[in-house]
């Protein structure tokens, strides 16, 4: 059993930045894929990023460029560094952790998930 929990979400204008955190339980950490997704008002939950055990990164055209993604196995935590935020940025982020071998932006393939962390971008 994993437990996951987010954390630096806020409030930011457009143009600024924000770093995600998402903190896990157990020992078995660093051999998780771990994931971001994240959900706006009205619409469906949507992938934003990975980050395989091996370090492999992949990221949601939306956000490419923009935001960056790192882990931390001797800390069990999972960032997610998001810079030039724009408006429809806006929405509430979940962290998710997957007992697979390769990268995935597939929703059903993560075994945990996290609360979620709102961060809100104004114009």
């Known amino acids: 059993q994993v437990q996951l929990v987010e954390s630096g979400g806020g409030l930011v204008q457009a143009g600024g930045s924000l770093r995600l955190s998402c903190a896990a339980s157990?020992?078995?950490?660093?051999?998780?894929?771990m994931g971001w997704f994240r959900q706006a008002p009205g619409k469906e939950r949507e992938f934003v990023s990975t980050?395989?055990?091996?370090?492999?990164?992949t990221f949601a055209e939306s956000v490419k460029g923009r935001f960056t993604i790192s882990r931390d196995n001797a800390k069990n935590t999972v960032y997610l560094q998001m810079n030039s935020l724009k408006p429809e940025d806006t929405a509430v982020y979940y962290c998710?952790?997957?007992?697979?071998?390769?990268?995935?932006?597939?929703?059903?393939?993560?075994?945990?998930w996290g609360q979620g962390t709102q961060v809100t971008v104004s114009s």
């Open positions: 998710a952790a997957a007992r697979i071998y390769y990268s995935s932006a597939k929703e059903s393939e993560y075994d945990y």
């Open positions: 157990g020992r078995t950490f660093s051999s998780y894929v």
């Open positions: 980050i395989t055990w091996g370090g492999a990164r």
